[in-house]
């Protein structure tokens, strides 16, 4: 995508500049008529007053030209970057901005204490066999609005894939983490999804993982997921801390 708007980019540029050419040698070929033949005075007062209205015209044509390219460029590129880095069906962050972003905090972490918690949508699979994909897109939205509202300002949430979520943020000790994850929990056990009339009961699984110092994402990802299986293993809707 970098290439294509490269080459959109450097296409208006000469397009742009080849307007504004056209009409400096417009005008330098009126200039180059009047002082090569013997002409009367009024015709050359003509001429000068044509070769500066051709010149005085394009040139703002193709400056607007050149705006009205660039915003709509600008306009695509973001476009292009949201599709690249949102979930189509939640609208989190997708897998690839989850990477880069929570990479980026750890890094800047400095005394900061960065904790990551993984979500898993309980029994999901049998949602969308009981009542088919659109039930589970409408619990995969409805579980990702709950992270939204139930999560600290400035947490950075993404859907990892699947019935997968990640909730990333700042914390201040390791009670304040378990009372997020929690607080995750109640809320999305507290709502139920009604769909074609029927209830479905939506719970999840959390594994909860404190950055260590030098940690990758990798790592803290790694030992959330052991213990989000903690979790699973001990009859699910819960959390577990990793050790």
């Known amino acids: 995508m970098t290439n294509d708007f490269r080459h959109q980019f450097w296409k208006q540029q000469i397009q742009t500049s080849a307007i504004v050419c056209v009409g400096v040698v417009i005008a330098a070929l009126v200039m180059i008529w009047i002082g090569t033949f013997d002409l009367d005075m009024s015709i050359r007062i003509r001429g000068l007053i044509l070769a500066g209205l051709i010149s005085g015209v394009l040139a703002p044509l193709g400056s607007a030209y050149a ?43 400095g005394r900061k204490q960065i904790a990551l918690l993984l979500v898993d949508i309980d029994w999901f699979k049998r949602v969308n066999d009981m009542h088919g994909h659109e039930a589970g897109d409408d619990v995969l939205c409805h579980v990702a609005q709950t ?97």
């Open 67 to 109: 705006i009205r390219q660039n915003s709509r460029h600008l306009a695509l590129h973001m476009q292009y970057e949201r599709l690249a880095n949102s979930d189509d069906l939640t609208g989190l962050a997708n897998r690839r901005c989850f990477n880069r972003r929570g990479a980026a905090r750890l890094a800047g972490a």
């Open 147 to 243: 992270l939204i509202h139930a999560s600290p300002d400035g947490a950075l949430i993404a859907r990892l894939g699947g019935e997968e979520f990640t909730v990333m943020c700042e914390i201040s000790s390791h009670a304040e983490l378990t009372l997020l994850a929690e607080k995750l929990r109640r809320a999305t056990e507290a709502t139920h999804i009604i769909y074609h009339g029927e209830p479905i009961r939506v719970t999840i699984s959390l594994g909860l993982a404190i950055a260590r110092p030098g940690d990758t994402l990798s790592a803290l990802l790694s030992r959330a997921d052991k213990a989000l299986y903690g979790a699973k293993d001990h009859g699910r809707n819960q959390f577990s801390v990793a050790a």
